[in-house]
């Protein structure tokens, strides 16, 4: 019975000894399946992103030969005669618009010269009445200083009030 009971361990060994297997082998089934798809998404990402470089290399190219084409070095000349032309376009409008002030300057200056000639004639025409004399201004000038109203000096001397006032801010006393 020895013989038996070990030929009998040894096949539980054995089949111990396959279940083991076996479930290593559907372990490393299960993993081969999830790094494969693991892989294959890396792939595609690495796919999209040589696509994505291929077309901005292809753009790149294309920028390069465009600026090449269209960047033909200016010479001096030109340069001078762009900054011309720029500078003029920023000038000339506020050339006009200084022209215009200018001229709006002249027309106040000339309206304000022909009032300045209007006030002087009417200034003219306004004379200094005959009552006043250099003994009238002496009177009304003591009259004051004694403490004489305007009014009462106006009445003694026969004079308009605004004639009095005139006379005493002429000789800078009021």
Do not use: C, W
């Amino acid at each position: 019975m020895n013989l038996q009971n070990f030929s009998f361990s040894i096949e539980y060994v054995i089949v111990i000894l396959g279940a083991i297997i076996l479930y290593m082998l559907y372990y490393i089934f299960t993993k081969d399946v999830q790094y494969t798809r693991n892989i294959r998404s890396i792939a595609s990402v690495v796919e999209d992103l040589n696509r994505e470089l291929y077309y901005l290399k292809k753009k790149l190219d294309q920028t390069e030969g465009s600026i090449k084409n269209n960047s033909q070095r200016m010479n001096d000349d030109e340069i001078y005669q762009e900054i011309e032309r720029s500078v003029y376009d920023m000038v000339h409008p506020l050339s006009l618009a200084i022209k215009q002030l200018q001229n709006n300057i002249n027309t106040i200056e000339h309206e304000m010269q022909n009032k300045i000639l209007q006030l002087e004639s009417g200034v003219k025409q306004i004379s200094i009445p005959a009552s006043i004399h250099g003994n009238d201004d002496e009177k009304i000038i003591s009259l004051f200083k004694q403490g004489v109203s305007l009014e009462t000096i106006s009445k003694e001397l026969h004079l308009s009030k605004p004639e009095v006032e005139f006379v005493l801010k002429i000789n800078k006393i009021k």
